[in-house]
């Protein structure tokens, strides 16, 4: 009986004639999902192009035997961030041959339908590796407009995007139109065996992450001595950066030429970080974005790789290339990659969150992860680390309120006002300190002190306003509540020149009021777009 597990030792023909025979046997069929797995050794050394053939034919393959539920993630997987037309077509294929065909289907091949559709173009399925012909090829598109014409009604979520195909401007040649107005006419007809099911939500014991309770992670000890360089060039092991805290950690390299994968990543991972800034987290919860090519991905590359997509970098949150320890490093991992030399040839989206220990508590494999639902999954491994510390239960840490700006930014904002005020009214001599004190009927008081050094220090807090208003504004990318509280701090400060242009002052204080309310309002907009989810 051949074995799958020495399929790496074989030539493209052999290996095509391996899963022509698994999927002919009931009894073996299961294996054809092993040869999906990207760090299967039948990858080893095989160049990009050779891989793509190879994947290929196993999904082809599933298409004739049918896809089980442990396959199904594989090809859901191709359809949310494949980009190789060959591969596309045939994870299209692939899915019609799903028993269970259901409505958390259809954004997927939606989704692939919406990434590839400008990038159609001829594929066959005839043989292995075979070009196509004008006499027998399919394409991407045309195997995912089939696709969603064998979901029917399971894919009415998506009708309004597929009738939007049929548009002047829809981007499909006239040929395709008759596979549109198929698609259409069986999404609306019929009824769906499940008209209530959620379309956001896979199959029953089909998903992408994985969690493991407290007793039962493995260790970390094998990979403590790792060494990573950071984006900065600064040298930390494993122990050091990972231990004593939860951390949230994404795996990229900088050459990957898929924008769905590597890139979209990373860009998630600052999306991530301002999540967890917005909700007071981001010195209790670390992040890390480790390369898989450590030879070619130096400080200054993926420095610039994570500032171009907005990641935050200092000693919490950081980029990482491993200098020593890398094959420990993608055995504790299991990372789903394989490599040509030292290029990579395929590799899956992954996503973990380690505990204090530094311990994997739960993975987001193959479909891209939503940025709050990582966070809200780390916030579980916090607080369970705090109650490991204290020996018992503890008050969990929570986000802070999203129906109210948080009490720190509060109080920044009601003092920040209050020495603008102060500035505006502060007299210019302890004469007109009494005086003042009379105006407001409190006359009695006119003994109190005349602090000439406290003006300076109303001037510094108004400065310390105006620069948290700008800050929060630069994160939320409202800027509005800073211009305004500019131009009352710029009011103020002529009101005191002696110019005569005292009353400017009252314009000062409202406009100062004016954008620090705003600017508030802003911030609590922001909180509430991250607490609902990405945007």
């Known amino acids: 009986m051949q074995n799958v597990a020495m399929a790496g030792a074989r030539s493209e023909t052999e290996f095509a004639s391996l899963v022509d025979a698994l999927a002919a046997d009931p009894d073996r069929r299961e294996q054809l999902t092993e040869l999906l797995r990207e760090d299967h050794p039948v990858y080893d050394q095989r160049g990009a192009a050779t891989t793509v053939r190879m994947r290929g034919w196993v999904l082809l393959a599933l298409a004739r035997a049918g896809v089980s539920d442990a396959a199904l993630i594989f090809v859901l997987e191709e359809l949310d961030a494949g980009v190789d037309a060959y591969l596309v077509a045939a994870a299209a294929r692939a899915l019609r041959s799903y028993p269970s065909p259901n409505a958390a289907l259809a954004p997927f091949a939606m989704r692939a339908l919406t990434n590839i559709r400008y990038h159609d173009e001829p594929v066959s399925f005839e043989g292995y590796g075979e070009y196509a012909d004008s006499s027998s090829y399919t394409t991407p598109v045309r195997e995912l407009l089939v696709t969603l014409a064998w979901l029917g009604p399971h894919a009415r979520g998506v009708l309004h995007e597929v009738e939007a195909l049929r548009a002047q401007h829809g981007g499909l040649p006239k040929k395709l139109l008759v596979e549109v107005d198929r698609a259409v006419e069986a999404i609306r007809g019929g009824q769906a065996d499940e008209p209530d099911a959620d379309c956001c939500t896979l199959p029953n014991g089909l998903s992408s992450t994985f969690s493991w309770a407290l007793g039962s992670r493995r260790g970390s000890e094998s990979i403590e001595s790792t060494v990573f360089e950071d984006h900065g060039g600064a040298s930390v092991t494993f122990r050091e950066f990972f231990r004593g805290h939860p951390s949230i950690v ?50 200054a590359r993926i420095h610039a790789y994570g ?19 890398v094959n420990a490093l993608r055995s504790h991992f299991k990372l789903g990659v394989n490599f040509i030399e030292s290029l990579v040839n395929r590799h899956r989206i992954e996503a973990y969150i380690l505990d204090a220990e530094g311990r994997i508590a739960a993975s987001f494999e193959r479909i891209q992860w939503d940025e709050q639902q990582l966070v809200d999954r780390a916030i579980e491994v916090l607080n369970e680390t705090s109650n490991e510390k204290s020996g018992g239960p503890v008050p969990e840490v929570s986000p802070r309120p999203v129906d109210a700006p948080a009490r720190g930014k509060t109080a920044s904002t009601m003092l920040g006002t209050l020495a603008s005020v102060g500035v505006a009214f502060f007299p210019k001599c302890p004469i007109c300190w009494a005086g003042y004190l009379s105006m407001f009927g409190v006359a009695g008081l006119e ?29 939320t990318g409202r800027m509005s509540g800073f211009y305004l509280v500019s131009a009352g701090a710029f009011a103020i400060v002529v009101s005191k020149l002696g110019l005569g242009l005292e009353s400017v002052a009252i314009w000062g204080i409202a406009l100062t009021l004016a954008g620090s309310l705003l600017s508030a309002l802003n911030a609590k907009g922001r909180r509430l777009t991250a607490r609902g989810g990405p945007a």
């Open 250 to 299: 994404v795996f990229f390299y900088t050459r990957c030429d898929n924008p769905l994968k590597c890139s979209l990543t990373v860009t998630k991972l600052a999306r991530l970080q301002k999540l967890l800034e917005a909700q007071g987290l981001d010195d209790q919860i670390y992040t890390a974005a480790i390369t898989y090519d450590p030879a070619f991905d130096l400080p």
């Open 307 to 325: 500032q171009n997509r907005g990641v935050r970098m200092d000693d919490r949150h950081r980029m990482l290339r491993a200098t020593d320890g």
């Open 447 to 475: 003994r109190i002190p005349y602090y000439p050094w406290l003006q300076p220090l109303l001037f510094a807090v108004m400065l310390i306003n105006l620069a948290s208003v700008w800050l929060r504004g630069r994160s």
